[in-house]
């Protein structure tokens, strides 16, 4: 309801620059399109190939894409960077929008955001990578004022990242000697900037997030509901992964979301929010520990489909698995785990009891994320919902531009 109040009352204008039109920027372009009435104006599309822009706004069409590819202008990131620049100015703000999975336009953010444009994305590479740059992207929010939003890199439309970020900013007792917690009042309530904190000082406040557990991929989450139900016997391993596969839940090469290397990038981003863990992972996501569980035998295969077809020549390994997590009456499920008070970050295949919310509450693809604290002692603060999909992702950036209005 804020928001909408916000969007009738704003006088304010945002010239809206999209990078990446594929499924997530196409179904963003569409929620765009529907809200009326509404204070953005989409300035620029472009997608690997080409580039439209128009400094007083684009009327996209239902054949947008056609005059997209036909517009004869290549993406020039450093283009928009200045012309997006020159629109800021009083009661008109710009955003850079991306959404793609790019390092190149990751890197730019401290840039886009030093010259007072905002940066909405649900790319999770800026946010996981090594610390360097997500220092300089929060050094350049503090400096400009302009705001960096990223709640789709984590569980796609749902309030997890916007969730821990209320739960800190709150109350959270940090237990270090001391940390920088990056919280200012910035604008429409935003809380971006640099805030040291002295752990003494905040060991009478409010709420200690203690540990954060959950099932942060759709994948995964899948993989493992089909495979381990907690009842004797049970689909192949291999089968339910290539079932998942021509259901699209996975990439076109499997081991891309078996290696687990998105659930660490996942656990970077929830772990830099806590100022116990900020700096706990200098180079990113890579130093989390992380099950792979891709065999052995079939790492640096470069064929998705070659993949497949030798999968189940380790399905005994993966029956056995599931075999042992019956005997104790769990289940299997790929989780990742921040566990504050022990420092301990990291994604692995555990068992879960036959009663337990993981393997209880999940269906689908489902992402289900559990937040410990202390006022949420008992009972866990629990998010569950559908983690990945255009709609859902492109509603989790619409979210974050509805917070500049």
Known sequence: MAHLLGITSTTKTFRVAIVGVGLVGAELVKQLQALQPSPFRIVSLSSSKSLLYHPDGLSPSEDWKTELASSGRRPDLHFLLRELAALVKPGQEAVLVDNTSANEVAALYPSFLRLGVHVV??????????????????????????????EATVGAGLPVISTLKDLVATGDKVRSLSVSVFLSPADSGGWEGWLSVCADADAERGAQVTKIEGVFSGTMSYIFNEFSTGKEG??????????????????????????????????????????????????????????????????????????????????????????????????????????????????????????????????GSDNIIMFHTERYGARPLVVQGAGAGAAVTAMGVMSDLLKLV
């Open 121 to 150: 994305t649900p790319n999770k590479k800026a946010f996981s990578a090594g610390l360097e740059l997500y220092e300089q992207i929060l050094g350049a929010s503090l400096e400009s004022g302009a705001r960096f939003l990223n």
């Open 234 to 363: 049970g689909p192949n391993f291999s089968s339910v992964v290539s079932v998942a596969r021509e259901k699209g839940y996975t990439e076109p090469h499997p081991a891309d979301d078996l290696n687990g290397a998105d659930v660490a990038r996942k656990l970077t981003i929830l772990s830099r929010l806590i100022p116990s863990l900020r700096s706990a992972l200098p180079d990113g996501y890579q130093f989390v520990s992380t099950k792979s569980l891709i065999p052995p035998a079939l790492e640096g295969i470069e064929s998705g489909d070659e993949f497949i077809r030798r999968l189940p020549e380790f399905d005994a390994q993966f029956d056995q698995l599931r075999a042992d997590a019956i005997k104790e009456g769990k289940v299997l499920r790929y989780a990742g785990v921040v566990d504050v008070q022990n420092g301990v970050i990291k994604a692995d295949l555990e068992k879960y009891p036959a009663t337990h919310p993981f393997a209880t509450a999940l269906g």
